[in-house]
């Protein structure tokens, strides 16, 4: 598969001196529908272009390796451990989530 072209995942791969694309297919229609949202354009991009594994210090985790609802409960948990920890240190102004403003990832 080779990603349509994204200026952030360019970048990204440039800095890890990584020039390739995962084989690995996505279903986003039930990835979609099971976390009731969207993904965003780049998070796509990312998954499409690196492979499930470690690059680096960069961990990449594709939802068709862990399955749908077993990617959504890590997508979760990893939410609120985020949040956990942005609370203890303090004076980080955002919340991991779904909502307005905040920064997203899996949680539906």
Excluded: Q
Excluded at 22 to 47: K, Q, S
Aim: proline share 9%; glycine share 10%; net charge negative.
């Amino acid at each position: 598969m080779t990603p349509d072209a994204s200026p952030t995942v360019d970048r990204l791969a440039g800095l890890f001196d990584w020039d390739g694309a995962t084989e690995t297919e996505i279903d986003w229609t039930a990835l979609t529908e099971a976390a009731g949202h969207p993904f965003p354009e780049d998070y796509r991009r990312f998954v499409e272009r690196f492979p499930h594994g470690s690059i680096g210090f960069l961990e990449v985790l594709h939802p068709s390796d862990w399955g749908v609802p077993e990617f959504l409960r890590y997508a979760r948990n990893w939410h609120h451990v985020m949040n956990k920890r942005a609370e203890c240190t303090g004076g980080f102004p955002y919340h991991f989530g779904t909502s307005p403003g905040d920064l997203r990832s899996g949680e539906p």
